[in-house]
C-alpha cells in the first residue's frame, strides 16, 4: 500500500462529480487500500478519491474503529439536524460548524463487491455526509454563511502557498513525533 498525495482547495479534481463503479476490481481494492493509509497517516476519518485526484465514486470512513470502504454510495434516509465542527484534509487547518441531517442511512457496494446499508449518527453521519459530498464535488465550506465562507477563504489565501501545485504531501507517521501532544 501507498501514501498518496492529498489534492488541496483550488485543485479542480475536488469539484468534479465523480463516475460510478461497474465492477470492483484488484486495482480499486488498491486504491481502497491506499485511501485507508493516507488516510490515517493524515490522521483523519474519511478520504473521497478526489482528494487523491482520482475520479471514482469512492471514499473511506473509520470513526472511532468503525471501518468503511464506500463504493457508489447514497444516502437513503436522514433524520433530525445538528450543528457541529468540521475539517477537511483537502482545506488544512480550516474549520467551520455545519449544520447537517444528525442520522443518515447510507447504501453501498463494499470492496467485495457486497452491497450494504449502514446507519450512522453524530461524527459517524456526519463523516458518511462529508465523504459523499466530496464524491459530488463539494466542499464542507459550500455551506458555510457567506460572512464565515468568506473569512475561511482568506484565511485560505495566506496559508495556500504551503501546498505548491494544490499538493499537501502527507508523511508516515514519525515514531515520537504525536503532534496531538501539542494540541487543545
Ligand atoms: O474528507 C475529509 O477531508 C476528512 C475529514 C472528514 C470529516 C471531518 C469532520 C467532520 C466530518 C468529516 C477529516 O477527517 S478532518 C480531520 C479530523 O479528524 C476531524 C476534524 C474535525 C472533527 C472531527 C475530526
Ligand atoms: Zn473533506
Redesign the pocket.
Known amino acids: 500500500m501507498s501514501i498518496l498525495d492529498i489534492r488541496v482547495l483550488g485543485d479542480p479534481a475536488l469539484r468534479k462529480p465523480t463516475r460510478p463503479v461497474r465492477d470492483v476490481t484488484d486495482e480499486l481494492r488498491k486504491l481502497i487500500g491506499d485511501l485507508f493509509e493516507t488516510m490515517y497517516a493524515a ?6 478519491a478526489p ?1 487523491v485526484g482520482r475520479g471514482e465514486r469512492i471514499a473511506v470512513v473509520d470513526v472511532g474503529g468503525q471501518k468503511f470502504a464506500l463504493i457508489n454510495p447514497e444516502i437513503v434516509s436522514r433524520e433530525g439536524s445538528a450543528k457541529a ?6 482545506i488544512p487547518d480550516i ?1 467551520g460548524d455545519v449544520e447537517r441531517p444528525l442520522v443518515v442511512t447510507i447504501r453501498a457496494t463494499d470492496e467485495n463487491g457486497q452491497p450494504y446499508e449502514a446507519t450512522g449518527a453524530d ?1 459517524l453521519g ?2 458518511f455526509q ?2 459523499i459530498d ?1 464524491l459530488d464535488g463539494k466542499l464542507f465550506i459550500d455551506y458555510l454563511s457567506p460572512l464565515k465562507r468568506r473569512a475561511a477563504l482568506s484565511k485560505w489565501e495566506k496559508a495556500k502557498d504551503e501546498y505548491p501545485g494544490y499538493i499537501r504531501k502527507v508523511r508516515a507517521e514519525e515514531p515520537g513525533l504525536h503532534h496531538h501532544d501539542t494540541e487543545m
Open positions: 490522521e483523519g476519518i474519511g478520504l473521497a482528494q465542527e468540521e475539517g477537511c484534509l483537502s474549520y461524527l456526519r463523516c462529508h465523504e466530496h
